[in-house]
């Protein structure tokens, strides 16, 4: 049995059990696989993307694209789990003491309530690095899947992210610099992109966090 088609038993392992599921689709390559290969299995695939900060306009241009390659799926946008620690410590932002610190679980529990789906796709592999490939090990007997978590990708590597990429002509998703992909964020590469590309996606993210255009300032000064 090729990698493919272990990774379509597990899914089909949870179509058994329901037509509907949810998608932790964060835009990038391993989400972007993994709802490819879920689309044509399930009638409803319920979408979340969790926005760093919202209304990104390069950010949006993805979201319409994935929209009209898979028409069916249900689209929500809901604030990343990590904003919570960024708000409350008041990084490059006025501290807020009274904001709630949230993790991935709460969010996957919410969405599961909000939309009546208990089945819940995420995109993690074991390649991703040494605690990914534990927690993802003691799943590995039930077909990757741990109290409606669902893991299909766990046995994947980049090189076959790309393979599959390549074989359904998917595009790459936004690279912001040559390192390893990442989201939006408060980091050097991303800001300096945003700058070149996209400097009104740049405003946006000054106005909720003003104190974030020391980044370029203070790398302005080093040059």
Do not use: F, H, V
């Given at each position: 049995m090729t990698l493919q088609e272990r990774t379509y038993s597990h899914i089909d392992l949870v179509r058994q059990k329901t037509d509907g599921v949810l998608l932790f689709l964060s835009l990038g390559k391993d989400s972007l696989v993994l709802l490819d290969m879920i689309y044509p299995k399930f009638d409803r695939i319920v979408c979340v993307f969790m926005y760093f900060v919202k209304g990104l306009e390069h950010i949006e241009r993805w979201i319409g694209w994935v929209k009209a390659k898979y028409p069916k799926i249900e689209f929500v946008q809901v604030p990343h789990w990590n904003l919570t620690y960024i708000l409350r410590g008041g990084l490059y932002c006025v501290p807020n003491h009274k904001v709630k610190l949230l993790k991935l679980a709460d969010v996957v529990k919410a969405m599961q309530l909000r939309y009546g789906l208990y089945y819940t796709f995420l995109?993690?592999?074991?390649?991703?690095?040494?605690?990914?490939?534990?927690?993802?090990?003691?799943?590995?007997?039930?077909?990757?899947?741990?109290?409606?978590?669902?893991?299909?990708?766990?046995?994947?590597?980049?090189?076959?992210?790309?393979?599959?990429?390549?074989?359904n002509s998917l595009p790459g998703p936004v690279r912001y610099s040559l390192k390893a992909s990442s989201g939006v964020g408060f980091n050097l590469d991303c800001m300096l992109w945003l700058e070149k590309n996209y400097p009104q996606d740049l405003q946006r993210i000054y106005k909720v966090f003003p104190m974030a255009e020391r980044i370029l300032w203070e790398h302005k000064q080093k040059q």
């Open positions: 995109g993690m592999k074991k390649a991703d690095g040494m605690n990914r490939r534990l927690m993802l090990k003691g799943y590995e007997a039930n077909g990757y899947e741990n109290n409606g978590m669902c893991y299909p990708l766990a046995d994947w590597t980049q090189k076959d992210i790309l393979s599959y990429m390549k074989q």
